[in-house]
């Protein structure tokens, strides 16, 4: 694989609305991450961490402020790049109708079966292969996976698109704290060196990131590390 850039993030003054909304959702959202740093974003429900996360996926465009990638605007990177640099994965995992495999190799073009099948272990999908393998078929016609499965899949997906920036929206959600605990590990391992802003609700388990940063009402209230929170 192609060396790859550490990633740091410069979120300044940033304030967004949803159009034809009457009140911003973000206010003057001020962060800085550091390269192969690990933050938690974590705040009740309508917060707006979503919302932030979007904004770094260029989803929408903040109304006044800027994001800085690398000491350049977000705005300036093409899609293509910008696509290479960010595994993301949204709070609604999308399934295509199509087998297992393909529904994988939308992450990793060139990943082999063996690798497919391994990743599919790491995140406890392995029961998905019990009968068909990675032809399974799932989405429309095929396999309906549970909320867990499906945010596993995401998972995978992001652990298979090896990108320096990962962007995880409650990816462990639904999980019963045993499994939680595993892919907490798992993308603490994965991500080490890399930067990871992960959105949860609930400050339990966050003891390994670099900083949890509280959001309220469209803010940051607080940051620092789990043993000070
Ligand atoms: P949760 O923990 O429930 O996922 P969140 O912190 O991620 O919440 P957001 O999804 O960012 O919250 O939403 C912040 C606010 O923006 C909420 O009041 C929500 O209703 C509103 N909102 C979200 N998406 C849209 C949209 N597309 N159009 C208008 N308002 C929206
Ligand atoms: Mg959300």
């Known amino acids: 694989p192609a060396a790859q850039p550490d990633v740091t993030l410069n979120l300044h003054d940033l304030s967004f609305t949803y159009p034809g909304q009457p009140l911003p959702v973000l206010h003057d959202v001020t962060l800085t991450i550091a390269a192969g740093e690990h933050i938690a974003l974590l705040g009740r429900t309508g917060c707006g961490k979503s919302t932030l996360l979007q904004l770094l996926t260029r989803a929408w465009n903040a109304n006044s402020g800027e994001i800085q990638l ?24 999308h399934i295509f109708s199509n087998t297992l495999r393909e529904n994988l190799r939308l992450a990793a073009p060139q990943a082999s079966d063996e690798i497919l099948k391994n990743v599919l272990q790491q995140v406890g999908l392995d029961k998905l292969l019990e009968n068909e393998g990675l032809n399974a078929w799932l989405g429309e016609g095929g396999r309906q996976l549970s ?14 698109h090896q990108a320096p920036l990962l962007l995880l929206d ?53 940051q620092g590390h789990h043993a000070v929170l």
């Not at 350049?72 to 993301?88: F, G, K, S």
């Not at 909320?147 to 298979?160: P, S, V």
């Not at 990871?196 to 209230?221: A, K, N, P, S």
């Open 170 to 222: 409650e990816p462990t959600e639904g999980l019963d704290a045993e499994t939680e605990q595993q892919i907490l590990a798992l993308l603490r391992q994965h991500c080490r060196g890399k930067t990871l802003i992960l959105v949860t609700h609930r400050l339990y388990g966050l003891e390994h990131f670099d900083r949890i940063c509280v959001m309220d009402g469209g803010q940051i209230v607080e």
């Open 147 to 160: 909320g867990g499965e499906q945010r596993r899949l995401g998972i995978a997906r992001a652990l298979l």
């Open 70 to 93: 690398n000491g350049q605007p977000l705005n300036a990177y093409d899609e293509a790049t910008l696509r290479a640099m960010t595994a993301v994965v949204s709070q609604r995992v």
